[in-house]
């Protein structure tokens, strides 16, 4: 394999992302994925887009099919106490969420990548990185039963929390914590039963209504973080779904068959600084947030949008600036939606060892936020996502 400018380790949305903002910007870049190109089309995760993560693809000419397909959402619901409680997120906040599934962004990046017809390669693992203190650091990996070698000016951490690039970085701080309950998600074909999302906080535990499509229902339930798909069928999922989705009044759950059922942990970690020498990490290997704020994703393009830029400066005449700042400036937006999602999955989740106490602090937090003006405008100016950090195009 020839020598590249970047090589970028993960095809997930952070890796193609940048990879397609670079080509935009005429750098060379050569993405290993680990996986088949089925196996990451078809990998059902994330489904809320910020209106600031919308801009940005639709910039990079990324995002016709999105347009054309996606749920434009302008609110969502608090439901607790058996009532649902609607609060305006675009009228609060001036922005706007686009529901998108994750595996269909990724199709799409893939295929805009394959169009630029530089390299793309799939079942070709990195299986270590080489070189990081010199000016030309060297990705190892495995291609049709062969050891290879990349020679790069840079290497892209894309490779997602648990990647080989994080730990061939030396003189990293570790911060994080796990919550005792995981998420069991369940994609089913059926219309959703709500226009919008409904975040639902039960005395037996946390809900969540989502969607993909007006023929596709996304949902959630807190579980135990050992629960097993198996212990979960499908009848048990809408028994649970109902319990805890029911209100005093007027709503009704559809069900229908389903077709996707994983079980997630969530999790709050971040490593610091997000950069070792030529090597830049990006998305989840450099950080996870527990689901509930729907932010990862969001994350993940942050940053690559800030590492694109940082690299073009580097390119076009040498400015190291923007690679100096990148894991202080990524850092900054990173612990903002840390507290941010850590707050909202503590405000909505039953501990396992909940007492009555925690409970009714929890109540009062949902009634002050679906009361006051002010707190529903804070929520929602997170909820949303707050501006991108100079520096990132
Ligand atoms: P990944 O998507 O993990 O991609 C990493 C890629 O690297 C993978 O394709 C992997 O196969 C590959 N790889 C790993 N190791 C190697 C190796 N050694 N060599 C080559 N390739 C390798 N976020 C949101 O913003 N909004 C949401 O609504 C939301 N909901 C979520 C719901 C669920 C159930 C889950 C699980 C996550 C959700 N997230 C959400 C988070 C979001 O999915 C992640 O933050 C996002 O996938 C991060 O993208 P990434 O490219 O950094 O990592
Ligand atoms: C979805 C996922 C989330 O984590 C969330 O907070 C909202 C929606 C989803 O997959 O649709």
Request: one cysteine or more; proline letters at 5%; glycine letters at 8%.
């Amino acid at each position: 394999m020839p020598r590249t400018q970047v090589a970028i380790v993960g095809a997930g949305p952070a890796g193609l992302l940048l990879a397609q903002l670079l080509h935009l910007r005429g750098i060379d870049s050569v993405v290993l994925e680990r996986h088949t190109r089925s196996y990451v089309e078809a990998r059902i995760r994330a489904g809320v887009l910020e209106q600031g993560s919308v801009d940005l693809l639709t910039k990079a000419g990324l995002a016709d099919r999105l347009h054309r397909e996606r749920l434009v959402h302008h609110g969502l619901e608090l439901l607790f106490d058996g009532v649902g409680h609607h609060v305006p997120l675009t009228e609060l906040a001036g922005r706007e969420l686009t529901i998108y599934g994750q595996h269909e962004l990724v199709t799409d990046l893939v295929a805009a990548r394959l169009d630029t017809g530089r390299p793309l390669l799939f079942e070709a693992p990195a299986v270590g990185i080489d070189g990081l203190d010199t000016d030309s650091p060297v990705v190892h990996y495995v291609h049709n039963g062969r050891t290879e070698e990349l020679h790069c000016d840079f290497v892209a951490g894309c490779d997602g929390f648990h990647g080989v690039s994080r730990p061939a970085a030396a003189g990293l701080t570790r911060y994080e914590y796990e919550y005792p309950y995981a998420w069991l998600g369940v994609l089913a074909e059926v219309a959703p039963s709500a226009e919008e999302l409904i975040y639902a906080s039960h005395d037996r535990g946390f809900a969540l209504h989502s969607m993909r499509s007006p023929t596709l229902t996304r949902l959630y339930l807190q579980v135990s973080p050992d629960a097993s798909v198996s212990a979960w069928p499908d009848e048990r999922v809408w028994a649970e779904l109902r319990t805890r989705l029911d209100r005093t009044s007027g709503f009704e759950l559809a069900d229908g068959p389903i077709v996707d059922k994983a079980v997630t942990a969530l999790r709050s970690f971040v490593v610091e600084p997000m950069r070792y020498r030529r090597l830049f990490l990006a998305g989840d290997a450099a950080h996870i947030v527990p689901a509930t704020g729907a932010k990862g994703l969001n994350l993940a393009v942050v940053d690559v949008a800030v590492l694109a830029s940082a690299l073009t400066r580097w390119f076009a005449d040498g400015d190291a600036a923007g690679l100096e700042s990148y894991s202080d400036t990524c850092l900054a937006r990173v612990w903002r939606v840390q507290h941010f999602s850590w707050w909202m999955t503590s405000m909505l989740h039953r501990a396992p060892d909940a007492d009555p106490f925690t409970r009714r602090l929890q109540l009062s937090q949902l009634r002050y936020l679906t009361s006051s003006a002010a707190a529903a405008t804070s929520f929602a100016e997170n909820y949303v996502g707050l501006p991108f950090p100079e520096g990132a195009q």
